[in-house]
C-alpha cells in the first residue's frame, strides 16, 4: 500500500502519509539532539582530546598550502605536527590528508578563515548543496524534509568530513543526467576529489551511451589536476602518489564502527587483508556487471540511478559512516519511484529499516552501516525484478 499521496497536479506537490511525516519529524529532532550532545561534550572533554574532528586536517593541509607548503601535507607526521599545533595539544593517531591535490584549492580557501568559522561554512554549507540535491531528485520541497530526516547526516556533521558533499556531487549529477548532461559532468568531474566513489560512473556512461556526460566530466577533471600542477608542481602528485600505500595500510586498523564496507566487514570478522581485497574485487566485479547490464536496459532512470548510488558504496573498499550520507541518494530515486505510481509491499519498511540500522550506528558495536546499504540493495533488487521495464519520466520541477 502506498504510504504518499500524490495530488491530481504536479505542482500540487507531495504529500507525504501522517505516520511517515511524524517518523520524519521525529528523526529531524533525533539529529538535532544528537548533534548538540556531541558539540556540547566537546566543551566538557578534557583539553587534550577536545576538538579533535576531522575537519582539523582539511585545515591544516589548506594553511600548509598557503604557507607554500602543500606537497608536505602528504607526509602525515609532518601535518599532525601541524594539527596538534593549531589545536595546542597533541593526539593519539593520525589524521591524515588522502585526496588528491585539487582539493587542496578548496582546502586553502578554508584556510583563509579562522578554524571555527571556516568548519561552520564547511559543515553548513555542504548540508545545503547536500539538500538541494535531494531535493531536486524527488521534485519537491518535501525532499528538503526527508533529506535533513536522514540520521546519516549527524555522522558527517559532528567531525566536518565530506559526506555532504560527496551526496551533493553524486545526487547532482543523478538528478542532471537526463535534463543538463554538461552540468552533470561537470559535477562528476568535480567528484574526482574522491576518485573511489566515482568508478562505477565511465561504467554507467559508456553503456547508456551519454557520451556528453563522459566528456564534460574529463574536462573537469583534468582542467582541475592541470590547474593543481600549474600551481604545485609534478612533485605533489608524486607525493600523493607515495602516500597512498599508508592510506590503504591505514584501512586495516578498521573496526566494527569505522569502514563500512566488504573489505572493512571482512577484516574485522578476522579475514587476512588478502581474503578482504579479494571479497572486495569479486563484490565489485559483480557489481560492475550489473551496473553495466541495468544501464543498457529499458529500465525505468530512476531504478538505474538508485542502483548506480548503492553500487559505489558497494565497490569502495574505504567507506566510514560518515560516507553513509551517499545512501540517501538511492534511497530519495526510490522514493520518487514509488511516488510516480506505488510503493512495493515492505519497501517503506525497508527504507525505514536502513535508516534506523544507521540511527543505532553510533551506539552499536556492529556493521549496521553496510548492512544498511545491503537492505537498500535489496530494495532495489526487488524493484528491478518487478517493474524494472517500466519508465518513468523525470518531474518537471526536478532542479540543482
Request: hydrophobic fraction near 60%; include cysteine; proline fraction near 4%.
Given at each position: 500500500?502506498?504510504?504518499?499521496?500524490?495530488?491530481?497536479?504536479?505542482?500540487?506537490?507531495?504529500?507525504?502519509?501522517?505516520?511517515?511525516?511524524?517518523?520524519?519529524?521525529?528523526?529531524?529532532?533525533?539529529?538535532?539532539?544528537?548533534?548538540?550532545?556531541a558539540?556540547?561534550?566537546?566543551?566538557?572533554?578534557?583539553?587534550?582530546?577536545?576538538?579533535?574532528?576531522?575537519?582539523?586536517?582539511?585545515?591544516?593541509?589548506?594553511?600548509?598550502?598557503?604557507?607554500?607548503?602543500?606537497?608536505?601535507?602528504?607526509?602525515?607526521?609532518?601535518?599532525?605536527?601541524?594539527?596538534?599545533?593549531?589545536?595546542?595539544?597533541?593526539?593519539?593517531?593520525?589524521?591524515?590528508?588522502?585526496?588528491?591535490?585539487?582539493?587542496?584549492?578548496?582546502?586553502?580557501?578554508?584556510?583563509?578563515?579562522?578554524?571555527?568559522?571556516?568548519?561552520?561554512?564547511?559543515?553548513?554549507?555542504?548540508?545545503?548543496?547536500?539538500?538541494?540535491?535531494?531535493?531536486?531528485?524527488i521534485?519537491?520541497?518535501?525532499?528538503?524534509?526527508?533529506?535533513?530526516?536522514?540520521?546519516?547526516?549527524?555522522?558527517?556533521?559532528?567531525?566536518?568530513?565530506?559526506?555532504?558533499?560527496?551526496?551533493a556531487?553524486?545526487?547532482?549529477?543523478?538528478?542532471?543526467?537526463?535534463?543538463?548532461?554538461?552540468?552533470?559532468?561537470?559535477?562528476?568531474?568535480?567528484?574526482?576529489?574522491?576518485?573511489?566513489?566515482?568508478?562505477?560512473?565511465?561504467?554507467?556512461?559508456?553503456?547508456?551511451?551519454r557520451?556528453?556526460?563522459?566528456?564534460s566530466?574529463?574536462?573537469?577533471?583534468?582542467?582541475?589536476?592541470?590547474?593543481?600542477?600549474?600551481?604545485?608542481?609534478?612533485?605533489?602528485?608524486?607525493?600523493?602518489?607515495?602516500?597512498?600505500?599508508?592510506?590503504?595500510?591505514?584501512?586495516?586498523?578498521?573496526?566494527?564502527?569505522?569502514?563500512?564496507?566488504?573489505?572493512?566487514?571482512?577484516?574485522?570478522?578476522?579475514?587476512?587483508?588478502?581474503?578482504?581485497?579479494?571479497?572486495?574485487?569479486?563484490?565489485?566485479?559483480?557489481?560492475?556487471g550489473?551496473?553495466?547490464?541495468?544501464?543498457?536496459?529499458?529500465?525505468?532512470?530512476?531504478?538505474?540511478?538508485?542502483?548506480?548510488?548503492?553500487?559505489?558504496?558497494?565497490?569502495?573498499?574505504?567507506?566510514?559512516?560518515?560516507?553513509?550520507?551517499?545512501?540517501?541518494?538511492?534511497?530519495?530515486?526510490?522514493?520518487?519511484?514509488?511516488?510516480a505510481?506505488?510503493?512495493?509491499?515492505?519497501?517503506?519498511?525497508?527504507?525505514g529499516?536502513?535508516?534506523?540500522?544507521?540511527?543505532?550506528?553510533?551506539?552499536?558495536?556492529?556493521?549496521?552501516?553496510?548492512?544498511?546499504?545491503?537492505?537498500?540493495?535489496?530494495?532495489?533488487?526487488?524493484?528491478?525484478?518487478?517493474?524494472?521495464?517500466?519508465?518513468?519520466?523525470?518531474?518537471?520541477?526536478?532542479?540543482?
Amino acid at each position: 500500500m502506498a504510504t504518499c499521496e500524490i495530488g491530481p497536479a504536479r505542482r500540487a506537490g507531495t504529500k507525504l502519509a501522517r505516520p511517515v511525516e511524524l517518523t520524519c519529524f521525529a528523526l529531524i529532532v533525533a539529529n538535532v539532539v544528537l548533534l548538540g550532545i556531541a558539540y556540547v561534550q566537546d566543551f566538557v572533554t578534557p583539553a587534550d582530546t577536545a576538538g579533535v574532528y576531522d575537519f582539523i586536517t582539511t585545515w591544516s593541509a589548506g594553511e600548509m598550502t598557503l604557507m607554500g607548503h602543500a606537497a608536505a601535507a602528504y607526509d602525515w607526521p609532518t601535518l599532525k605536527f601541524v594539527e596538534e599545533s593549531v589545536l595546542g595539544h597533541p593526539f593519539d593517531g593520525y589524521l591524515g590528508w588522502p585526496y588528491p591535490p585539487p582539493f587542496l584549492f578548496a582546502a586553502a580557501f578554508l584556510a583563509l578563515l579562522p578554524y571555527a568559522v571556516a568548519f561552520v561554512v564547511w559543515v553548513f554549507g555542504t548540508f545545503l548543496a547536500y539538500l538541494a540535491a535531494i531535493r531536486a531528485i524527488i521534485g519537491d520541497r518535501v525532499g528538503y524534509f526527508l533529506a535533513a530526516a536522514f540520521p546519516a547526516i549527524v555522522a558527517n556533521a559532528v567531525i566536518g568530513q565530506n559526506g555532504f558533499l560527496s551526496a551533493a556531487l553524486i545526487g547532482g549529477t543523478l538528478a542532471l543526467m537526463e535534463r543538463s548532461p554538461i552540468c552533470a559532468g561537470a559535477l562528476l568531474g568535480l567528484l574526482t576529489y574522491k576518485p573511489h566513489l566515482g568508478i562505477l560512473f565511465p561504467i554507467a556512461l559508456l553503456a547508456s551511451g551519454r557520451w556528453r556526460v563522459f566528456v564534460s566530466a574529463s574536462v573537469v577533471a583534468m582542467l582541475m589536476a592541470a590547474a593543481s600542477l600549474a600551481a604545485f608542481g609534478i612533485n605533489i602528485w608524486q607525493e600523493f602518489l607515495s602516500s597512498m600505500g599508508f592510506t590503504l595500510y591505514a584501512n586495516g586498523m578498521a573496526n566494527w564502527g569505522t569502514l563500512q564496507s566488504v573489505f572493512g566487514v571482512t577484516l574485522t570478522l578476522g579475514g587476512s587483508e588478502r581474503l578482504a581485497w579479494t571479497v572486495q574485487v569479486v563484490v565489485a566485479l559483480i557489481v560492475v556487471g550489473a551496473i553495466a547490464m541495468l544501464w543498457r536496459s529499458r529500465a525505468a532512470y530512476e531504478l538505474k540511478a538508485a542502483a548506480l548510488g548503492v553500487g559505489t558504496l558497494l565497490t569502495a573498499p574505504h567507506l566510514l559512516a560518515y560516507d553513509l550520507v551517499i545512501l540517501a541518494v538511492p534511497l530519495a530515486f526510490l522514493f520518487r519511484l514509488g511516488s510516480a505510481g506505488e510503493f512495493l509491499a515492505y519497501e517503506m519498511a525497508g527504507m525505514g529499516l536502513a535508516c534506523l540500522l544507521i540511527l543505532v550506528l553510533a551506539v552499536v558495536n556492529a556493521p549496521v552501516g553496510f548492512a544498511a546499504v545491503l537492505v537498500v540493495a535489496a530494495l532495489i533488487i526487488k524493484r528491478a525484478m518487478a517493474t524494472g521495464s517500466v519508465a518513468i519520466s523525470l518531474p518537471e520541477t526536478a532542479r540543482v
